[in-house]
T-cell receptor, first 112, second 112 residues
Framework: DAKTTQPNSMESNEEEPVHLPCNHSTISGTDYIHWYRQLPSQGPEYVIHGLTSNVNNRMASLAIAEDRKSSTLILHRATLRDAAVYYCILREAQGGSEKLVFGKGTKLTVNP | DAGITQSPRHKVTETGTPVTLRCHQTENHRYMYWYRQDPGHGLRLIHYSYGVKDTDKGEVSDGYSVSRSKTEDFLLTLESATSSQTSVYFC???????????FGPGTRLTVT
């Protein structure tokens, strides 16, 4: 089972910032935090990932708590195209193999 | 967009028949994955490959087999399809294990 907890849904207004939270209280020291999103009727799309430090890319920013038990995906200016399900995922290393375990994610609605 | 295609995109088959889904990539990435997505379950890993002829099981591998004889192709076979295997199947590729996965458009399989 996924070891992350996210709200089922969130709403935002267009052109406003969005903060999507994720709790991962059982994260281990070697687990990376990944974010993917899935637009309607499409496959998931990579957004960002990080280990300890905050990360920025052209799509979003990732803020990681100092104790690493939680993180926040930040969309600086939401657009209608950002309406999607957002998945917070820990990259698990088990017995030498690694896999991503997707939870149910947060469905983000962006209002015009 | 990453060069990844899936075929067929839609398929309806009868219980007990064999089915093969194909994932094809033009990126020469080492890692390839098969997921299924069902309402209420999110994405679940079926099998993955970390090189030609190197594959391993995911969390829901029962009833599925895979083969990878070439870098660019990863086949998922349902030996005897069951109604519980009705789902949307996504293929993903990655150059560096689990850092960034790129997903295909998906195959919608219905088993009647």
């Amino acid at each position: 089972d996924a070891k992350t907890t996210q709200p089922n849904s969130m709403e935002s207004n267009e052109e406003e910032p969005v903060h999507l939270p994720c709790n991962h209280s059982t994260i281990s020291g070697t687990d990376y935090i990944h974010w993917y999103r899935q637009l309607p009727s499409q496959g998931p799309e990579y957004v960002i990932h990080g280990l300890t430090s905050n990360v920025n890319n052209r799509m979003a920013s990732l803020a990681i708590a100092e104790d690493r038990k939680s993180s926040t995906l930040i969309l600086h200016r939401a657009t209608l195209r950002d309406a999607a399900v957002y998945y917070c995922i820990l990259r698990e290393a088990q017995g030498g193999s690694e896999k991503l375990v997707f939870g149910k994610g947060t469905k983000l609605t962006v209002n015009p | 967009d990453a060069g990844i295609t899936q075929s067929p995109r839609h398929k309806v088959t009868e219980t007990g028949t064999p089915v093969t889904l194909r994932c094809h990539q033009t990126e020469n990435h080492r890692y390839m994955y098969w997921y299924r997505q069902d309402p209420g379950h999110g994405l679940r890993l079926i099998h993955y490959s970390y090189g030609v002829k190197d594959t391993d099981k995911g969390e829901v591998s029962d009833g599925y087999s895979v083969s990878r004889s070439k870098t660019e192709d990863f086949l998922l076979t349902l030996e005897s399809a069951t109604s519980s295997q009705t789902s949307v199947y996504f293929c993903a590729i990655s150059a560096r294990g689990l850092y960034e996965q790129y997903f295909g458009p998906g195959t919608r399989l219905t088993v009647t």
